[in-house]
């Protein structure tokens, strides 16, 4: 019988480097492959905080005008920025029986305040996409309006809803109290009159704190 010829042994070696060649490639290849998976399925996006302030401002004229200066952060590392595409804001009453209190308020401007604040404030930018990212809060001094509305003297629950590029689905949603008295209102009564319309709320308060607790409250200091 005869033997089989064997496999030249030059073409056997050729075969080897050439598989000792491409391994690397390929693992590199693959474990490349591998942490862009990871990176995309793993990848946490972007968050935003939002601090309100201790103060806000709100006047009534014919429109109800309201001021809010929120802090917004990310405080998470990534490289990627968040923009806040819409911000708004509603007031509805804590009682349900005073539904007529209810509002919608449209974001109208962005505000600088002068200093003192009382002293006035001016245009500093149209409602527009804030960028945020980790090293570089913001802090802009919205300007909601409502129009052919009035406060009543009730409590209200303030509801601000800051609409995310990164998650549609899922607004970054801030509520708070807001207390408005009967005194409030005669006081905004009277301000149409004048150019003293708006008026300090606040919701740290030490001579407030025992009757509203967080509520934003009427600040008499200035």
Same mark, same amino acid.
């Given at each position: 019988? $005869? ?33 862009? !998976? ?35 952060? +990310?405080?998470?590392?990534?490289? $990627? ?21 209810? +509002? ?16 006035? @404030? ?7 996409? /804030?960028? /945020? ?22 409590? !209200? ?22 207390? /408005? ?9 009277? +301000? ?6 708006? !008026?300090? @709320?606040?919701?740290? $308060? ?9 509520? !934003? +409250?009427?600040? $008499?200091?200035?």
């Amino acid at each position: 019988m $005869d033997k089989p010829t064997p496999e030249p042994r030059g073409h056997s070696l050729a075969w080897t480097g050439a598989f000792q060649t491409w391994t690397p490639a390929v693992t590199s290849l693959a474990a490349l492959g591998l942490s862009i !998976y990871n990176l995309l399925l793993f990848r946490e996006p972007p968050q935003v905080e939002v601090s309100l302030p201790s103060v806000l401002r709100i006047g009534q004229q014919s429109n109800v005008v309201f001021f809010i200066q929120p802090t917004l952060t +990310a405080p998470n590392k990534t490289e $990627d920025l968040e923009i806040i595409t819409k911000v708004e804001l509603k007031m509805q009453p804590k009682d349900p029986a005073d539904s007529s209190a209810r +509002a919608r308020f449209w974001w109208n401007q962005l505000v600088a305040f002068e200093h003192p604040p009382e002293s006035g @404030y001016k245009h500093a930018d149209d409602p527009t996409p /804030i960028v /945020i990212s980790q090293d570089k809060p913001q802090k802009p001094v919205f300007s909601f309006v409502a129009e052919d509305w009035k406060f009543k003297a009730v409590t !209200y629950e303030g509801i601000l809803t800051f609409h995310r590029r990164s998650n549609k689905d899922e607004p970054r949603v801030e509520k708070f109290c807001l207390v /408005i008295s009967d005194d409030d209102v005669k006081e905004f009564a009277k +301000a149409t009159e004048s150019n003293w319309w708006w !008026y300090p @709320y606040r919701n740290d $308060d030490p001579g407030g704190r025992d009757r509203h607790g967080d509520c !934003y +409250a009427r600040w $008499d200091g200035y």
